[in-house]
């Protein structure tokens, strides 16, 4: 089990790809951090374009401090060996980035076009501190309507065919590391993506590792995340999704979703199979279904969704359909609940432990409570995810349709308060156990420290 980037790298190790006898293109690396190459790297991006390689090598800088327009691509290779790094210039970023409505997301950059390879041992640094000092001391939530404190997307590509990123290292996005629009054939293999705070007082909020919209035909394998939000998100009208080998740690878990914020909005996420993830040190859960509810919120569907072979450590549920999003009452959500429609979703092989968040609950369903909400054909097979100090585990289930598989108690039960009250009182149990049998995993003695 990798620790770290480095053990990650040795258990899953990236080659470049050769350049095929592509004709080579190079520009003028910056020669400190205030020397802005954005026009020379626009320029090198159209040199390359139909049929060349654009080569970034190691040890040289390429600093963008302007927002770039780079669509309209046909077979184009970035060989990234070096480090491109976008300035913080947080008052000419929030005035002159690209913008998406969807949850007001503003971007660095948009790529666009057919048939683009992005690869290399390089990394697109994104210097996120100062965006997550700054927001924090703002309103502090993406989803907060009076949010004006807009932070860009490290990497956005729209109306693509054929994006293949590879081996890239994705570090201290302000916001979401990667947003996909209007899309389709999307492969991401051997990527990192880390977000990490030098301010322990400071979350880098919502740097999630990859949302999804109006996209389909995604593949991602083989992938090492260390942030702070979902490791895996896709949003509205995403479909034909695959997850292979994911290291999540620090993350609000495999979700689907959120979907549903807007009146209006029909929004849809089908036939998506996730497997052989690992979930450690985290919020919410390892596998998250998020679907909004309220009385300006819209309709829609999850369907077919398969996660399969689940490592949980420490994350606070092992499983959470959540269908109170977001941060609603009890009683408006009652009043108002949500029109998303659940249906055929799988959970199959989980194992490990709890935070201990909430007692010896170890996995919460709730389907909406609208009479005519369908949350039909959910199951739990071989789930055997333990709360962390020995108790015995309990799932919650509210608005099922059918019997998912497991012993499951509603959430105003005297059964399953007893379980969310029961709080650790003694050090947490050691993970020492490989889930598959497969030797994926190594046994360790002692509690589990990832760095």
């Not at 333990?386 to 959430?411: L, N, R």
């Not at 029961?422 to 050691?430: E, F, G, H, I, R």
């Amino acid at each position: 089990m990798p620790r770290d980037i480095s053990g990650f790298r040795k258990k899953h190790p990236y080659k470049p790809p050769k350049h095929e006898h592509r004709k080579i293109i190079k520009i003028r690396p910056s020669i400190d951090h205030q020397d802005d190459v954005s026009e020379d790297f626009e320029r090198g991006v159209r040199q390359a374009d139909r049929g060349s390689t654009l080569y970034l090598p190691q040890g040289q800088t390429f600093v963008i401090g302007k927002a770039l327009d780079l669509t309209g691509l046909n077979d184009i290779h970035i060989h990234l060996d070096g480090e491109i790094r976008f300035t913080d210039d947080v008052e000419y970023w929030q005035k002159n980035a690209w913008y998406h409505p969807f949850q007001k997301s503003i971007m660095f950059w948009k790529w666009g076009g057919q048939d683009i390879k992005i690869y290399g041992s390089g990394v697109i640094e994104g210097q996120g501190q100062r965006w997550w000092d700054e927001f924090e001391a703002g309103t502090g939530s993406i989803l907060n309507p009076d949010n004006k404190y807009y932070r860009p997307i490290l990497f956005y590509a729209e109306n693509t065919t054929n994006l293949d990123v590879s081996g890239i290292h994705l570090k201290d996005s302000p916001c979401w590391n990667n947003f996909i629009v209007s899309s389709k054939n999307i492969t991401y293999t051997d990527v990192v993506a880390t977000a990490l705070s030098n301010n322990g007082s400071i979350i880098p909020k919502n740097t999630d590792f990859m949302n999804t919209m109006n996209t389909s035909t995604v593949r991602i394998e083989r992938t090492w995340v260390n942030i702070d939000d979902d490791c895996f998100s896709p949003k509205p009208n995403s479909s034909d999704l695959y997850v292979n080998t994911m290291y999540c740690n620090g993350t609000h878990g495999q979700s689907m979703g959120s979907l549903g914020q807007y009146k209006g909005e029909v929004s849809n996420v089908h036939d998506v199979h996730i497997e052989n993830v690992w979930m450690m040190n985290g919020d919410y859960s390892g596998a998250r279904i998020k679907v909004w509810a309220g009385n300006e919120t819209g309709t829609g569907f999850v369907n077919n969704v398969t996660f399969k072979n689940f490592w949980v450590a420490r994350m606070d549920y092992g499983i959470f359909l959540d269908s109170c999003y977001f941060n609603i009452s009890a009683e408006e959500c009652n009043a108002h609940p949500s029109g998303m429609q659940i249906t055929n979703i799988h959970f199959e092989n989980f194992t490990g432990y709890t935070s201990g968040v909430y007692g010896n609950a170890v996995a919460r369903l709730s389907c909406s409570a609208a009479e005519d909400a369908v949350c039909a054909n959910i199951t739990l097979r071989n789930f055997d995810v333990k709360p962390p100090c020995g108790g015995e585990p309990v799932v919650i289930c509210d608005g099922m349709h059918d019997d998912v598989g497991v012993d499951c108690v509603p959430y105003e039960s005297d059964e399953a308060q007893v379980a969310l009250e029961a709080k650790c009182k003694t050090p947490l149990v050691p993970i020492d156990t490989d889930p598959w049998g497969s030797g994926l995993i190594d046994k360790k003695n002692g509690a589990f420290h990832p760095q």
